[in-house]
């Protein structure tokens, strides 16, 4: 159980271009989804915390019109980077809490598997 | 957690050598989690172990163990005997108020 999925796994696309990346709790419901991101050989830094229902929490640092979260349902939020350009190549991370919490607890975040952004 | 120090950014060991990773972190929180991940090159990260803050109690699963010391707020994890396959970056992660902090990573490598 407890599994998160990311869709796609890879994205290559030109300068400019919209990115949509998709985080799925497969078998558990999430009020709460966290998004990453992760430079090569750097640790991973948390974007924003997306609440379903509401508006993404932003960290600091992070533009919002630039990553727009939405999280719809209480199993999907998307991520949409909107005009990529190089510098937002890197690898982007969900993680999502289960409501109430699973055998891990309520403290438990589970992570996807990763999408790897390219912008050429 | 405020800030979380991985002072090992690399570690090379032989096989079969026991090697132990290093983490202090920062928090104003007197309840937290505190977890080990490890990211292979394929980039998924993979969960290992997860304590609470007040449960200092160490344990050993296989070949992994940790030493909690919530008085020096270190998160030191261990594993004996290591294997090639062992070989990732490893992150430690305290969970305070929601969130999840990331340390900046150690990454081993295991010498056949």
């Known amino acids: 159980g407890a599994v998160v999925s990311q869709h796609p796994s890879w994205v290559i696309c030109k300068s400019g271009t919209s990115v949509k990346i998709e985080c799925r709790s497969l078998?558990?419901?999430?009020?709460?989804m966290f998004w990453y991101r992760q430079f090569p050989k750097q640790s991973l830094m948390l974007m924003a915390t997306?609440?379903?229902?509401?508006?993404?929490?932003?960290e600091q640092g992070v533009e919002k019109d630039k990553f727009l979260i939405n999280h719809a349902s209480l199993t999907l939020s998307t991520l949409t980077v909107t005009s990529a350009h190089p510098e937002d190549s890197s690898f982007y991370i969900c993680s999502a809490r289960p409501i109430g919490g699973l055998a891990g607890g309520w403290e438990t975040q589970y992570f996807g598997p990763g999408t790897r952004l390219l912008v050429l | 957690a405020q800030k979380v120090t991985q002072a090992q950014t690399e570690i090379s060991v032989v096989e079969k050598e026991d090697v132990t990773l290093d983490c202090v972190y920062e928090t104003r929180d007197t309840t937290y989690y505190l977890f080990w991940y490890k990211q292979p090159p394929s980039g998924e990260l993979v969960f290992l172990i997860r304590?609470?803050?007040?449960?200092?109690q160490n344990e050993i699963s296989g070949r992994y163990s940790w030493n909690f010391q919530k008085s020096t707020s270190s998160f030191n994890f261990t594993i004996t005997a290591s294997q090639v396959v062992d070989s990732a970056v490893y992150f430690c992660?305290?969970?305070?108020?929601?969130?999840?902090?990331f340390g900046t990573g150690t990454s081993l490598t295991v010498i056949p």
């Open positions: 997306s609440n379903e229902g509401s508006k993404a929490t932003y």
């Open positions: 304590r609470n803050s007040f449960d200092e």
């Open positions: 992660a305290p969970d305070c108020l929601n969130q999840f902090y």
């Open positions: 078998d558990f419901q999430a009020t709460t």
